[in-house]
């Protein structure tokens, strides 16, 4: 007789705060597609996260809408994988309330996000900033994941639930929930998919996004006005940060061979950037295009869109409230009735 084998638990989810870019796609998508069929897997959209940046109710549901229509447009498949919205599993919620019980001022305030925010945002410090990895943390627990499917940026936040998790075990002298580690696509380290503008990740609110909703001819214009230099004048001069993520953003998108000749390029001092542009906007546009196509078929479909939403709540909410359950009973809130 055949055993089953019981797969092992993936949560991870996107803020719906704009369209998805290259840094969505290649940090944290493309390992849930590469996951869906092996293994539990919870994908969802961060739409209470995003409150922390006080969306108006038009854009917060416009956001929603287009990450579940951009989820489904990468080939997240809704009948293997469980794809939900955040508010829709209200017990996410109630477990970050208990999870907020053990979290410390002192450790939530050294998290480099919420230190960052507070420098660039100093008229929005709330207490939701403060306690985002806590909340961070009950997504992913409330299912007892095993693997979180993110990029470079959430490592700390994934330590934390860590934290968050061994530190309820330890309270409640009971293993309820198993440490979740980090997965990624090749087993490698962590990745951060920079921007074309110099310096830094790419990100939502930085505007060097490219998206994968983008138009080519958009693309080719935002690739061709990548930030270089006069070029090497030494051979294998050491490239400067903005040459090195243009070379960073071909490794993630091209073939390995391309890679290699403009390596040889910039080593033997004859790199024409132009071409290395050109190259690397044909090769985003070619992971692009397919998605783009479906992204535009599907954000309007509003009957599919409310059917997978309605289908992946009642799964989340099956798992969430059966955690709950435990979580109640370890804590002793017992019904007296
Ligand atoms: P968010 O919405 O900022 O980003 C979503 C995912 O995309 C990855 N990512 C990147 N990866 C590589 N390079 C980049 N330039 C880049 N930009 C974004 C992020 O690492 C992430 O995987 N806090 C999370 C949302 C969240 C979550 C969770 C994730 C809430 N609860 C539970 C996992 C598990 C966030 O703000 O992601």
């Known amino acids: 007789m055949s055993e089953?084998?019981?797969?092992?638990?993936?949560?991870?989810?996107i803020r719906p705060t704009g369209n998805l870019h290259l840094g969505?796609?290649?940090?944290?998508?493309?390992?849930?597609?590469?996951?869906?069929?092996?293994?539990?897997?919870?994908?969802?959209i961060a739409d209470i996260h995003s409150l922390t940046t006080h969306p108006t109710p038009a854009n917060l549901q416009a956001g929603v809408r287009q990450v579940l229509?951009?989820?489904l447009a990468c080939g997240i498949d809704p009948e293997a994988a469980t794809i939900?919205?955040?508010?829709?599993?209200?017990?996410?919620?109630?477990?970050?309330?208990?999870?907020?019980?053990?979290?410390?001022?002192?450790?939530?305030?050294?998290?480099?996000?919420?230190?960052?925010?507070?420098?660039?945002?100093?008229?929005n410090v709330n207490a939701g900033l403060l306690t985002y990895p806590v909340l961070m943390a009950a997504d992913i627990i409330i299912h007892k994941a095993n693997y979180v499917p993110v990029g470079k940026d959430q490592e700390q936040?994934?330590?934390?639930?860590?934290?968050?998790?061994?530190?309820?075990?330890?309270?409640?002298?009971?293993?309820?929930?198993?440490?979740?580690?980090?997965?990624?696509?090749?087993?490698?380290?962590?990745?951060?998919?920079p921007g074309l503008d110099g310096s830094g990740k790419m990100g939502k609110s930085s505007g060097n996004g490219i998206y994968l909703y983008e138009d080519p001819a958009d693309i080719r214009k935002k690739v061709m006005r990548a930030v270089t230099d006069a070029g090497p004048t030494e051979m294998n001069q050491v490239k400067p940060e903005p040459v090195e993520n243009l070379f960073t953003l071909m490794k993630i998108v091209s073939a390995p061979e391309t890679v290699e000749y403009f390596e040889n390029q910039y080593n033997s001092c004859q790199i024409r950037y132009g071409d290395m542009k050109k190259q690397l906007a044909e090769d985003i546009i070619a992971v692009t295009t397919p998605i783009r196509e479906r992204?535009?078929?599907?954000?309007?479909?509003?009957e599919y869109l409310g059917k997978v939403a309605r289908m992946g709540a009642e799964k989340a909410r099956e798992s969430a409230v059966r955690t709950l359950t435990e979580v109640r009973e370890l804590i002793g809130l017992r019904k007296l009735y």
Do not use: W
């Open 157 to 193: 936040h994934l330590e934390m639930a860590r934290t968050f998790a061994n530190r309820f075990n330890r309270m409640y002298h009971h293993k309820l929930f198993p440490a979740p580690k980090p997965f990624t696509f090749d087993g490698k380290d962590m990745i951060k998919v």
């Open 69 to 71: 229509a951009e989820y």
């Open 24 to 44: 969505n796609y290649f940090g944290a998508v493309r390992s849930f597609l590469k996951m869906q069929h092996d293994f539990n897997c919870y994908f969802f």
């Open 295 to 302: 992204i535009l078929e599907l954000v309007n479909d509003s």
């Open 84 to 123: 939900f919205i955040q508010s829709d599993v209200p017990e996410v919620t109630e477990l970050y309330t208990y999870l907020n019980m053990n979290a410390y001022l002192g450790e939530l305030e050294r998290t480099t996000s919420f230190k960052e925010k507070a420098r660039t945002q100093p008229d």
């Open 4 to 13: 089953k084998k019981i797969k092992k638990t993936v949560v991870s989810g």
